[in-house]
């Protein structure tokens, strides 16, 4: 089995590189960690960086996923090889526009972009926003899936993925504690369906409402409360459609072998305990 650490980080291709950097500084509120040709990079958190956007197609979507150790991500690699799936190693020069030691890529069974990677890098430094927006850090990537059962398997016998709970058969899946670091939903073709950051209170979520809403930025969701995670969450429009949501308070899962997953029903109440109705296709059956 593929042990995987964490969600580290989306790379996004875009059209309009400086159009996504200002959305991502004044809308989003991210820190710019480091500007290259072609690419600029942001922090959320003390990692060196957690978003990507690059010139290219905004059909490029990449999400990493740490793993241990480079004996760790070879072994990863040939047993994706045994599943008939094409590796590519990355090299230094794609390392170094990683910012990690080694990395792999592959595309999982609906042919989202996924790269294992050692060592991605770490600032030690503080995030520091250009607004009030009370991000704490990239917490977890929702990804498309043309076959919900399929994806499902690969992400929890291939790999450690463990499943906290469903909507209808969307899994939520945790690599740690966190109840959920990678999240499934239907749609007909591959692609990340949406990116959280994590905020630290109640107050962020509203803040930030007014906030999006106030500037012309389409809410697609919320504000509400999952009734899977416990969290509190706002869904709202990026750069070239993609959908960016923050969210708090979060639930952890400490107690593995008592922990049940459980089933909710894929429609409005499934997704939302405040009332709140997802205008989002890959929530909508």
């Known amino acids: 089995m593929i042990e995987l650490r964490d969600v580290v980080y989306c790379r996004l291709g875009t059209r309009d590189l400086a159009g996504a950097e200002w959305y991502a500084v004044n809308i989003l509120g991210l820190e ?3 500007r290259r040709k072609g690419a600029v990079y942001f922090k ?12 290219g197609d905004p059909a490029d979507q990449m999400t990493g996923f740490e793993i ?7 072994r990863a690699g040939a047993t994706l090889e045994t599943l008939g799936q094409k590796v590519h190693y990355g090299t230094r020069e794609e390392c170094d526009a990683r910012m990690v030691r080694e990395f792999i890529r592959f595309q999982d069974p609906t042919g989202n972009v996924i790269e294992f990677v050692v060592r991605p890098e770490t600032t030690g430094l503080d995030y520091h926003g250009t607004r009030n927006a009370g991000i704490t850090g990239f917490s977890h990537v929702g ?12 992400w929890t016998s291939v790999c450690n993925a463990r499943v906290s709970d469903r909507i209808g058969d969307a899994p939520l899946m945790r690599l740690g504690t966190i109840h959920h ?7 007909h073709k ?13 107050d962020d979520i509203q803040r930030s409402f007014h906030f999006v809403r106030d500037n012309q930025v389409n809410i697609t969701f919320g504000p509400g409360a999952h009734p899977t995670s416990s969290a509190e969450f706002l869904y709202f429009t990026g750069p070239e459609g993609m959908t960016f949501e923050y969210s708090t308070g979060v639930c952890e899962i400490h107690d593995e072998p008592a922990w049940r997953d459980r089933q909710f029903h894929f429609e409005p109440k499934g997704f939302c305990h405040w009332g709140a ?6 929530f909508s059956k």
């Open 44 to 55: 959320s958190d003390a990692r060196a960086h957690t978003l990507c956007y690059f010139e």
């Open 143 to 154: 990804l498309c899936s043309s076959d919900l059962v399929r994806d499902e398997h690969f």
């Open 190 to 202: 591959a692609g990340i369906q949406h990116i959280n950051h994590q905020v630290g209170s109640t």
């Open 181 to 187: 670091s990678i999240a499934l939903f239907p749609f």
């Open 68 to 74: 241990g150790s480079v004996d760790d991500l070879q």
């Open 277 to 282: 109705k997802p205008q989002i296709a890959a």
């Open 32 to 34: 710019v960690a480091e």
